[in-house]
Nanobody, 123 residues
Framework: QVQLVESGGGLVQAGGSLRLSCAASGRTFSSYAMGWFRQAPGKEREFVATITWSGSYTDYADSVKGRFTISRDNAKNTVYLQMNSLKPEDTAVYYC????????????????WGQGTQVTVSS
């Protein structure tokens, strides 16, 4: 498994941008597909985006498609989530996760999870 630490969350006005980072420990980071999920108060954790180990394939939830971009730098053991045109409904705790089997929208497919970073979008 890898250990994951998210950063970059905060408070932003609607229409603004944030970039989340997820730093991974371990030499096998480049073999993992990575995902971002989020959980708003009182709601289930939901899929946001995923990227393959090589970065050649990405997938997004319909709610963020065209606004969010997932990317990774394997040399830095880091995955990013660039979030633009933020909306109040994007408010949630954002988690990154690692999956040895490949990209998936299914949270149970992921082996390792970070502690999460809070994103709050004010209207």
């Amino acid at each position: 498994q890898v250990q994951l630490v998210e950063s970059g969350g905060g408070l932003v006005q609607a229409g603004g941008s944030l970039r989340l980072s997820c730093a991974a420990s371990g030499r096998t980071f480049s073999s993992y597909a990575m995902g971002w999920f989020r959980q708003a108060p009182g709601k289930e954790r939901e899929f946001v985006a995923t990227i393959t180990w090589s970065g050649s394939y990405t997938d997004y939830a319909d709610s963020v498609k065209g606004r969010f971009t997932i990317s990774r730098d394997n040399a830095k053991n880091t995955v990013y989530l660039q979030m633009n045109s933020l909306k109040p409904e994007d408010t949630a705790v954002y988690y990154c996760a690692a999956n040895r089997e490949g990209s998936s929208r299914w949270s149970r497919a992921y082996d390792s999870w970070g502690q999460g970073t809070q994103v709050t979008v004010s209207s």
